[in-house]
């Protein structure tokens, strides 16, 4: 199938906002892109008058566009597994007092689509729609981890193993060890893995025999949440999400 080039680099231009760059000046797209100022400035243009992108008036720097939250509210609202999931996130914030997450698989990266956070929760960084690498979070490892075979290695294969901390698994073959520990406790662990100092663990959500369809994650603080308390809030993820399971009528084995 042929790829509309126009439409392919007004795609890549969207591509380059994420939560640690939210502005850009034109000069900084066009070295990005590699593309003259001038064949930036009219795809700037048009999706500003689609209200994809938005210019700041005091710096002129471009930004995301409102457009982008409305269709991804509007994308997320869709979603089953969000609505069944919410009042399990409520009750699993209210009994651990910490930031509670809802994943999905995403390509090679997973994606928060519902949170709420605790009362005792410091975490507050994390945003709806914040996509996560599958090697240094909690939640992208359970979700790879119970894919098919050949998914797992159509995933790997070519993967990028980017250094988010000192403890950032860094190859395949440890990643491929953490794989097998996680399907056998059915639970994974980030140990300060993607950001220093805070620790999470993730729980699958099935759909059929062994097929994972989501993920829940408690995010925590290594400096104020002890060994013990984690595998506590563990055991209370697990039961979560198996009644989950249950409740959306999938078989459920952890």
Same mark, same amino acid.
């Given at each position: 199938?042929?790829?509309?080039?126009?439409?392919?680099?007004?795609?890549?231009?969207?591509?380059?906002?994420?939560?640690?760059?939210?502005?850009? $000046?034109?000069? &900084?797209?066009? !070295?990005?892109?590699?593309?003259?100022?001038?064949?930036?400035?009219?795809?700037?243009?048009?999706? $500003? /008058?689609?209200?994809?992108?938005?210019?700041?008036? &005091?710096?002129?720097?471009?930004?995301?566009?409102?457009?982008?939250? @409305?269709?991804?509210?509007?994308?997320?609202?869709?979603?089953?597994?969000?609505?069944?999931? *919410?009042?399990?996130?409520?009750?699993?914030?209210?009994?651990?007092?910490?930031?509670?997450?809802?994943?999905?698989?995403?390509?090679?990266?997973?994606?928060?689509?519902?949170?709420?956070?605790? !009362?005792?929760?410091?975490? $507050?960084?994390?945003?709806?729609?914040?996509?996560?690498?599958? *090697?240094?979070?909690?939640?992208?490892?359970?979700?790879?981890?119970?894919? /098919?075979?050949? /998914?797992?290695?159509?995933?790997?294969?070519?993967?990028?193993?980017?250094?988010?901390?000192?403890?950032?698994?860094?190859?395949?073959?440890?990643?491929?060890?953490?794989?097998?520990?996680?399907?056998?406790?059915?639970?994974?662990?980030?140990?300060?893995?993607?950001?220093?100092?805070?620790?999470?663990?993730?729980?699958?959500?099935?759909?059929?025999?062994?097929?994972?369809?989501?993920?829940?994650?408690?995010?925590?603080?290594?400096?104020?949440?002890?060994? @013990?308390?984690?595998?506590?809030?563990?055991?209370?993820?697990?039961?979560?999400?198996?009644?989950?399971? /249950?409740?959306?009528?999938?078989?459920?084995?952890?």
């Amino acid at each position: 199938m042929p790829i509309i080039q126009s439409v392919e680099r007004a795609l890549k231009i969207l591509d380059l906002f994420d939560e640690h760059t939210t502005e850009l $000046r034109i000069t &900084e797209i066009s !070295e990005k892109m590699e593309l003259h100022k001038s064949t930036v400035h009219s795809l700037l243009s048009t999706l $500003r /008058e689609y209200s994809y992108i938005d210019q700041n008036p &005091e710096d002129g720097k471009y930004r995301l566009g409102l457009k982008l939250a @409305e269709r991804g509210n509007l994308v997320i609202s869709n979603i089953d597994i969000r609505k069944a999931a *919410h009042k399990y996130l409520l009750d699993l914030a209210a009994k651990t007092g910490q930031t509670v997450h809802l994943g999905i698989l995403d390509g090679r990266e997973g994606v928060y689509i519902d949170k709420v956070e605790g !009362e005792q929760a410091i975490i $507050r960084y994390s945003r709806l729609g914040r996509r996560l690498p599958l *090697h240094s979070t909690a939640i992208g490892k359970v979700l790879l981890a119970y894919q /098919e075979p050949q /998914e797992i290695e159509r995933l790997l294969q070519g993967y990028s193993y980017q250094q988010q901390t000192a403890s950032t698994i860094s190859n395949e073959a440890v990643f491929r060890k953490e794989l097998e520990k996680i399907q056998q406790q059915g639970f994974a662990i980030d140990n300060e893995e993607n950001e220093q100092g805070v620790q999470c663990a993730a729980v699958p959500i099935f759909k059929g025999k062994n097929k994972v369809l989501a993920a829940i994650s408690i995010s925590t603080l290594v400096s104020r949440v002890s060994d @013990e308390e984690l595998a506590i809030f563990i055991d209370i993820l697990k039961a979560a999400c198996q009644e989950l399971s /249950e409740q959306m009528k999938y078989d459920y084995e952890p």
